[in-house]
């Protein structure tokens, strides 16, 4: 029940298409979905977030789209640049507690 | 404001010898987190601290792992002895209070146990 599942594994992408990562929850007590960004080296970098009261939200590119009634949330990235090969993370947390992550989709956004 | 510093940033040891890492959070950063990260999966919790008090520590193999904040600012992670299975990155992460939104990462410590 504190598993978050995450897929694709990877993703190819070219760039200016949309890449979409999306994860699953089972623990109806998270309630807050973060997206982490992580380049080779580097720690996670938080990327953006959201609450479940909200349906979709949007940073830029990148916008989160939250399914409550499925337990799933997506990452979508617009216009896809080479810049963004990285590794994605999906997390979830309830109430302050250590965010349960996603094993990670790794995204290569080719030129 | 700087980052979250962690050093060694790499280290390979021989099964059965320890090994400690060290982390310096944000400063004013109240909360502290150790996460293992073994290849190609995401951060696991090791241990969270609140100041100098451990808030979670459950999922921390205790029996070879230990972690400390003295002073409540910066922290050490040890592991004694280290077995194959430790070969990972490990991340220390802060953040102003408990929630997690405003949680940062520092680069982390590649540890190899051979």
């Known amino acids: 029940q504190q598993q978050v599942k995450q897929s694709p594994q990877s993703l190819i992408v070219q760039k200016g298409g949309i890449s979409i990562i999306n994860c699953a929850y089972e623990n109806t007590a998270f309630d807050y979905f973060p997206w982490y960004q992580q380049f080779p080296g580097k720690g996670p970098a938080l990327l953006i977030a959201i609450r479940p009261d909200v349906s979709e939200k949007k940073e830029g590119r990148f916008t989160i789209s939250f399914n409550k009634s499925a337990k799933q949330f997506s990452l979508h990235i617009m216009d896809s640049q080479p810049g963004d090969s990285a590794t994605y993370f999906c997390?979830?947390?309830?109430?302050?507690?250590?965010?349960?992550f996603g094993k990670g989709t790794t995204l290569s956004v080719s030129s | 404001e700087a980052g979250v510093a962690q050093s060694p940033r790499y280290k390979i040891i021989e099964k059965r010898q320890s090994v400690a890492f060290w982390c310096n959070p944000i400063?004013?950063?109240?909360?502290l987190y150790w996460y293992q990260q073994i290849l190609g999966q995401g951060p696991k919790l090791l241990i969270q601290?609140?100041?100098?008090?451990?808030?979670?520590d459950s999922q921390l193999p205790k029996d070879r792992f230990s972690a400390e904040r003295l002073k409540g600012v910066d922290s050490t992670l040890k592991i004694q002895p280290a077995k194959l299975e430790d070969s990972a990155v490990y991340l220390c992460?802060?953040?102003?209070?408990?929630?997690?939104?405003?949680?940062?990462f520092g680069p982390g410590t590649r540890l190899l146990v051979l």
């Open positions: 992460a802060s953040s102003r209070n408990t929630g997690p939104e405003t949680q940062y």
């Open positions: 601290f609140q100041n100098n008090g451990v808030v979670d």
């Open positions: 997390a979830a947390t309830q109430a302050g507690t250590a965010l349960i």
């Open positions: 400063s004013g950063h109240a909360t």
